[in-house]
């Protein structure tokens, strides 16, 4: 089967860093994205990972290996606007346009 | 704000009404979505349109009916829903369906069924 997995809850301190692991066991893989979603809102798009290796995007960092099915998003200078629920996807390779979502990390940001 | 546009913001409806979510973008994006969400739950893909032809139909009930007027609207006709139904109903668009581009959401709209 397919499966991704994330923790369900994290919480961190304003100004600390955090990083958010995601690990998927799918059939193939074409691409692992992050999203944030703010309670009641749209998910946005924070990074794209399809080769091994760090992405950095401002206080966002993405990171994946392929061999071991893992990725993490790595949030720095944390603000209190990042509590948000961060949602792993990942494009298996049996279909190019389903995305295989995580429940996502709803993560609480404190003083 | 986000650059794909959906409407109305909030829903309730009977089980017996007629009622139609909109959902528009001007990006370009030759791919839209119609994905539906629970609470704490991700989001569940329901259709996809790729140069509005209906490619991906996810053994969703008749009682939902999508509509692609043209490559810059989505339309969701709905009828005779049943009370599970309530959730938010989030359209997406991407420039092509698959690859790497990554999807926009609209900000959905949130449905309830009486």
């Known amino acids: 089967g397919q499966n991704i997995d994330q923790p369900t809850e994290m919480t961190a301190t304003e100004g600390a860093i955090v990083q958010i692991n995601c690990t998927y066991q799918?059939?193939?893989?074409?691409?692992l994205f992050w999203y944030q979603q703010h309670a009641g809102e749209a998910p946005t798009f924070l990074s794209y990972?399809?080769l091994d290796g760090l992405e950095e995007k401002g206080r966002f960092s993405s990171f994946l290996s392929r061999s071991k099915g893992y990725s993490y998003l790595l949030l720095k200078e944390l603000q209190m606007k990042d509590s948000a629920s961060y949602l792993c996807?990942?494009?298996?390779?049996?279909?190019?346009?389903?995305?295989?979502w995580g429940a996502g990390t709803k993560l609480i940001i404190k003083p | 704000d986000t650059e794909v546009t959906q409407t109305p913001k909030h829903l309730v409806m009977g089980m017996t009404n007629k009622k139609s979510l909109k959902c528009e973008q001007h990006?370009?994006?030759?791919?839209m979505y119609w994905y539906k969400q629970k609470a704490k739950k991700p989001p569940e893909l329901m259709f996809v349109?790729?140069?509005?032809?209906?490619?991906i139909n996810e053994s969703v009930p008749s009682r939902f009916s999508p509509e692609c007027p043209n490559s810059s609207l989505l339309n969701l006709h709905l009828h005779a829903l049943q009370p599970e139904d309530s959730a938010l109903y989030l359209c997406?668009?991407?420039?092509?369906?698959?690859?790497?581009?990554?999807?926009?959401f609209g900000d959905g709209t949130r449905l309830s069924i009486l």
């Open positions: 997406a668009s991407s420039q092509e369906a698959g690859g790497n581009q990554p999807q926009h």
């Open positions: 990006m370009g994006h030759r791919a």
């Open positions: 349109y790729s140069y509005e032809k209906l490619s």
């Open positions: 799918t059939s193939g893989f074409n691409g």
């Open positions: 990972n399809v």
């Open positions: 996807a990942v494009r298996g390779e049996d279909s190019n346009y389903q995305l295989i």
